[in-house]
């Protein structure tokens, strides 16, 4: 599975900003839980939210709950993150990731995805 993310760059505070995630394979894309990371210079990576394969549960990490939104778009191959109300300390180089699984549990750690894009960068200004 490849994925590509999109839409980074830099804001100002108080700005808002949609990434997106293109997922691809040699195969069906069916049943596939996906999720959003970001990482800052120093710091471990973070669960930013995620998303299960159905669409009916999503989950967040409590910097950001309240604030981003994950969806999936038409097809599920592609996933969005709604970042509104950003701040400062959003600056972070933002990561897709999934794994082939069905089940109706978020899961928020980085070692449970098996596949990763390669990081799209967010600057937010103060």
């Not at 839409?7 to 839980?33: E, I, K």
């Not at 800052?40 to 973070?46: C, H």
């Not at 993150?81 to 897709?96: F, G, R, W």
């Not at 089940?103 to 200004?125: A, K, L, R």
């Amino acid at each position: 599975v490849q994925l590509v993310e999109s839409g980074g760059g830099l804001v100002q505070t108080g700005d808002s900003l949609r990434l997106s995630c293109a997922a691809s394979s040699g195969g069906n894309l069916d049943r596939y839980h996906m999720a959003w990371f970001r990482q800052a210079p120093g710091k471990d990576r973070e669960f930013v939210g995620a998303i299960t394969w159905s669409g009916r549960k999503t989950g967040y990490g409590d910097s950001v709950k309240g604030r981003f939104t994950i969806s999936h778009g038409n097809a599920k191959n592609m996933v969005y993150l709604q970042m509104d109300n950003l701040k400062p300390e959003d600056t972070a180089v933002y990561y897709c990731a999934t794994v082939h699984w069905d089940g109706d549990e978020i899961w928020n750690e980085p070692d449970e995805y098996d596949y990763w894009g390669q990081g799209t960068q967010v600057t937010v200004s103060s």
